[in-house]
Nanobody
Framework: QVQLVESGGGLVQPGGSLRLSCAAS????????IGWFRQAPGKEREAISC???????YYINSMKGRFTISRDDDKKTVYLQMSNLKPEDTAVYYC?????????????????WGQGTQVTVSS
């Protein structure tokens, strides 16, 4: 079955960096997109970025600059490099998988989700 497994979260000081990984398996679609989202306590899940099977990427405007998405197609792994982290970046970070390569970050389009990885930014 389809599985998404996030890793790489942890505790980091303000201004620090982290790289999250999302390992995907169990599907053979030729056209798909994997997106990164986050959810802080008491808030809705918000979109960050997505990358598709063609290697194209898209970012929510407010996330541009400090977040970089990339992928290793052979490993079916998508990465989220985060830099200059701030306390407001503290959240559980999720990756999601959708069919078709359209670079859309509407949560309802993402059929499969990982379990999330906690990122805490604090001194």
């Amino acid at each position: 079955q389809v599985q998404l497994v996030e890793s790489g979260g942890g505790l980091v000081q303000p201004g620090g960096s982290l790289r999250l990984s999302c390992a995907a398996s169990g599907f053979t679609w030729d056209s798909y997109a994997i997106g990164w989202f986050r959810q802080a306590p008491g808030k809705e899940r918000e979109a960050i970025s997505c990358i598709n099977s063609d290697g194209n990427s898209y970012y929510i405007n407010s996330m541009k600059g400090r977040f970089t998405i990339s992928r290793d197609d052979d490993k079916k792994t998508v990465y989220l490099q985060m830099s200059n982290l701030k306390p407001e970046d503290t959240a559980v970070y999720y990756c999601g998988l959708k069919r078709r390569s359209a670079l859309i970050l509407e949560k309802f389009l993402y059929m499969y989700w990982g379990q999330g990885t906690q990122v805490t930014v604090s001194s």
